[in-house]
């Protein structure tokens, strides 16, 4: 069963239509007996359940099957440089509860860490559910992440978490699969999934404490080869020229257009603002001052996304993070900019707007990714073996469900080695 399994069934269903084995027999060009023996597992599983019956054309009404995304849970974790929020969410990505708290990253990887699971630990209990209802944990972090290990590669402003084994340290407490990435990649993932599904050429800029982009090319995520790809908040900028990053570098987009750096200048301007949302407060309140810092950081911001354009050519540039909440008058700059320096040919389709998922992105991102990660329909058909071992499937029939599997993307895949390829 490595191809058009219960697995590719599954990837079907996922798209949260009720279907009769009828209508799967029809979307697959599958017999009923080979539908039926694909969905045993999974009904076992409880990843496929019966919902109220389809509309009767005479005789008995055909029952119809939908995929449950209630079957277990998936745990994620968006993590930045000052805040950290922790959930659980169901199989489609929504989330079932959350905690955010203010924790600096700064504070190492066991203190974040420890955190993390005891705060998922206390959502179990809270919710009634034992552990092994959790599938698989996703956790975005706040610099560059080499995603196959899942270990944090020279991260400019995490001390201690240099080659830390996140994966290994979190199955000390929750012995599951533990994927681990790039915080804005996980928001790029999530705003796809959720609002731009058919954008196959799409960055997502997040703007907070730090800066950063994730890029999503002809429908995949760009990783780069050391993880750094779209990390773009210490790109040099005319601007900067002279201005500290803490990096250690000058010039950096970052030290200009952070939300850090636009609270300072307003501080010398006599206001009183220290964190991106007090610089949010005072643009809503109307402050001309605030309003100014906000549009000329757009502006700056607009000068590397410029150059990102002429690179990638993407169809949308979704903007996110804390600093966005300040709305159109951060978007008003980055147009100005963007379009002003680009050519007409990379900007007469191009769309700049706000992210709309706002400041879940990161959990439901990390969702995505772990439920991506052993819903994968090659892990569903090895579990599918181990419950019914020695099963003999026609190759011609395979070959049709594997075809339809792959015109139907729920979510976007997401290829990753980090951890055992089970279902728990």
């Not at 750096?261 to 605030?290: H, P």
């Amino acid at each position: 069963m490595d191809n058009g399994g219960p697995g590719e069934l599954l990837h079907v269903l996922r798209d949260g239509h009720p279907r009769t084995r009828v209508d799967l027999a029809r979307i697959t060009g599958l017999g009923r007996a080979a539908i039926s023996s694909r969905l045993e597992p999974l009904l076992k599983l409880g990843l496929v359940v019966p919902v109220s019956d389809a509309a009767s054309t005479g005789g008995r009404p055909s029952a119809r099957l939908a995929f449950n995304p209630g079957a277990r849970v998936a745990a994620a974790a968006d993590v930045g440089a000052t805040h950290a929020t922790v959930a659980l969410t169901d199989l489609s990505g929504s989330v079932l509860v959350e905690t955010t708290e203010r924790l600096e990253i700064s504070c190492g990887p066991e203190v974040v860490l420890d955190w993390l699971t005891m705060t998922l630990t206390g959502h179990l209990k809270a919710m009634k559910r034992p552990a092994r209802d959790i599938i698989a944990i996703g956790i975005g972090l706040p610099g560059p992440v080499e995603h196959s290990t899942g270990k944090p590669i020279s991260p400019p402003s995490m001390p201690g978490w240099d080659g830390f084994d996140v994966p290994a340290y979190v199955r000390q407490t929750l012995d599951v699969p533990v994927l681990v990435d790039n915080d804005v990649n996980l928001m790029a993932l999530s705003e796809r999934a959720t609002h731009w599904p058919n954008e196959d050429n799409m960055i997502f800029f997040k703007i907070a404490t730090g800066i950063g982009s994730g890029v999503i090319s002809g429908g995949i995520l760009q990783r780069g080869a050391a993880g750094v790809a779209g990390d773009v908040g210490h790109i040099p900028v005319s601007r900067g020229a002279g201005i500290q990053c803490r990096c250690g570098k000058t010039a950096c987009l970052e030290g200009i257009a952070g939300a850090p750096a636009v609270a300072a200048r307003l501080r010398e301007n006599g206001l009183e603002a220290i964190t991106a949302n007090d610089v949010v407060a005072l643009v809503r309140s109307g402050d001309l001052a605030a309003i100014q810092a906000v549009r000329q950081a757009g502006r700056d911001i607009g000068e590397v996304l410029s150059m990102c354009v002429s690179f990638i050519n993407p169809s949308l540039i979704v903007v996110g993070g804390s600093l966005a909440q300040s709305g159109e008058h951060l978007i008003a700059g980055i147009r100005e900019t963007v379009y002003a320096r680009s050519t007409p040919l990379a900007t007469q389709h191009l769309n700049i707007t706000q992210s709309e998922t706002g400041p879940e992105a990161g959990v439901v991102g990390a969702s995505i990714l772990a439920v991506e990660h052993v819903l994968a329909p090659h892990r569903v058909n090895d579990l599918s073996i181990k419950l019914h071992p020695g099963g003999h499937e026609d190759t011609h029939s395979l070959q049709k469900v594997e075809h339809v599997a792959q015109m139907s993307h729920p979510l976007p895949d997401v290829p990753n080695k980090q951890s055992q390829d089970t279902f728990p």
